[in-house]
């Protein structure tokens, strides 16, 4: 069975500086990798995501991740926050043949 | 963009009662999900539906919880006789696949037990 953990449940950072939320999975088959955001009162949105390939996904928004399968991880990255990118973001996965699985979320705080 | 779309967007409804939330799925879909989400908590798995079938379920989905494709177009999810922690954003999804290919979500619908 797969799992998720989203290691901050809310992080700070300043506008324009960088962000990088972390992102570990368990798994004992392949994996594919998501991101989705939830701005304030609105549905689940997919930033990116991983099925094979590259390491390096880009995604909208200018958010991209990088898939490291011996860190079991897929932190999401932005070099430059803006205060629009406050929202929540899951992390999940899934397995071939089997559903997706979220993180607990984590919360992204922009400070003016 | 297609998109998957939800009905009510919030519901408030007395303990004990029933309730149907609606979604509508992306046409060419033929995955269908419902998860749930209380309030500051995880995205949480619910069912997955397949083929006019359910293909899996959590152990939160007993038997209060049903869902149903009840023409070509609509997936419902059925609430027999809510408990307060009924209460909780119902997100439908929807995938062309039933793995690694996007799922799609709608907006949520809002369930307010009281």
């Known amino acids: 069975a797969q799992s998720v953990t989203q290691l901050d449940s809310q992080v700070p950072v300043f506008e324009e500086a960088p962000v990088e939320l972390r992102c570990n999975y368990s798994s004992s088959v392949s994996v594919y990798l998501f991101w989705y955001v939830q701005y304030p009162n609105q549905g689940l949105q997919l930033l990116l995501k991983y099925l094979s390939g590259s390491t390096l996904v880009k995604g909208i928004n200018g958010f991209e991740a990088e898939f490291n399968k011996s860190q079991t991880s897929f932190h999401l990255r932005k070099p430059s926050v803006h205060i629009s990118d406050t929202a929540e973001y899951f992390c999940a996965v899934s397995g071939l043949g089997d559903k997706i699985i979220f993180g607990k979320g984590t919360r992204l705080h922009i400070l003016p | 963009e297609p998109e998957v779309t939800q009905t009510p967007s919030h519901q408030v409804t007395q303990m004990g009662q029933e309730v149907i939330l609606r979604c509508v799925p992306i046409?060419?879909?033929?995955?269908f999900y419902w998860y749930r989400q209380i309030l500051g908590q995880k995205v949480e798995f619910l069912v997955s539906?397949?083929?006019?079938?359910?293909?899996?379920k959590s152990e939160i989905f007993d038997d209060q919880f049903s869902v149903e494709r009840p023409d070509g177009s609509n997936f419902t999810l059925k609430i027999r006789s809510t408990k307060l922690e009924d209460s909780a954003m119902y997100f439908c999804a929807s995938s062309e696949s039933f793995s690694g290919n996007t799922i799609y979500f709608g907006e949520g619908s809002w369930l307010t037990v009281v």
């Open positions: 539906f397949y083929n006019n079938e359910i293909s899996e």
């Open positions: 046409s060419n879909h033929l995955y």
